[in-house]
DNA sequence: GTTATACCCGACTCTTTTAGTCAAGTTTAA
DNA sequence: TTAAACTTGACTAAAAGAGTCGGGTATAAC
């Protein structure tokens, strides 16, 4: 199981975007340089953030790209979604090909359960948070003390 | 970002396991029937849950697998790190081909506060819990309604 | 109106991982 | 001796991922 670079990438160019935010449309060229990501592979992320209008582009010399939405208003999931990068934890489906061949398997409410517990992770988190380099880890912490006490 | 079979099948035959645990050894060609899982591949699976002390094998006529621990103090977690199925949320390295050439990126803390969150879930959870099909989904509620106070 | 900048788009290739198979073993109870 | 069942290494096919390439189009500046 595995973070793919398509999510990651997307992740770093839109708080790139969100870093720069008052200088105006940014370009591609730009965000690849500081990014260490390639200008090809860049056109490919923005394109499908623009049809998920998290961007908006701005074409012609002097162009770029802007955030379309408030950098408190973006999560990490509406990133990832846009690039296709979805979180799949069970394969279940209803019909013969599915996890217990039509009935649910013992294991479908954990991994189901695995499923949420990303999911909640992913709404909660906006790239505001992420430029603020907000603490993750006391977070975190107050979770794992909610959970011991079940 | 997906989890893959092996993942899921290693917990799924473990589970299976535990739940026969008083029949004495249990055949993978009874776990490849219940579990709808190809014996070449179980085989192959069950090679890494030995080697890792998950279970112990009896062979000859009458032979099968037996758990090596308590299924109370089996987690998620040995399973799928038995078989390799590792959670990576992050590329980054101290070299040149890091996820920042050296420095830390600008996600670096995000990507590894999520690492962190599904790793204490896949921690705490164990097969005993799956067995008993703990409901998981209550778990999940006191946790959102811990991050939604932060 | 020409030019250069920068976005736009589809198709393609290369590599890696995953899923699953196969053909041999070896051990041991009956 | 036989058959059940684990053991092992190697192999193949399919899918996904990462990234490239070669063209486009819009538009500001000159």
Redesign the pocket.
């Known amino acids: 199981?595995?973070?793919?670079?398509?999510?990651?990438?997307a992740v770093s160019a839109m708080v790139d975007l969100a870093k720069h935010q008052n200088e105006g449309?940014?370009?591609?060229?730009?965000?690849s340089e500081r990014q260490f990501?390639?200008?090809?592979?860049?056109?490919?992320l923005?394109?499908k953030l623009?049809?998920n209008n998290l961007?908006?582009?701005?074409?012609?010399?002097?162009?770029?790209?802007l955030l379309a939405v408030e950098p408190k208003d973006i999560t990490i999931s509406h990133i990832m979604s846009a690039v296709?990068?979805t979180i799949q934890t069970t394969?279940c489906k209803t019909d013969e090909t599915g996890c217990h061949r039509g009935s649910r398997c013992g294991t479908h409410n954990l991994w189901s359960a695995l499923g949420l517990h990303i999911k909640f992770f992913l709404e909660t988190v906006t790239i505001q948070n992420v430029c603020d380099d907000k603490d993750f880890l006391n977070t975190l912490k107050a979770v794992e003390k909610t959970l011991s006490k079940q």
């Open positions: 199981m595995q973070l793919t670079s398509r999510g990651r990438y449309p940014i370009t591609l060229s730009s965000i990501i390639s200008l090809s592979y860049l056109e490919q923005f394109r623009r049809e961007v908006e582009s701005v074409r012609g010399p002097g162009g770029g790209y296709n990068e394969m």
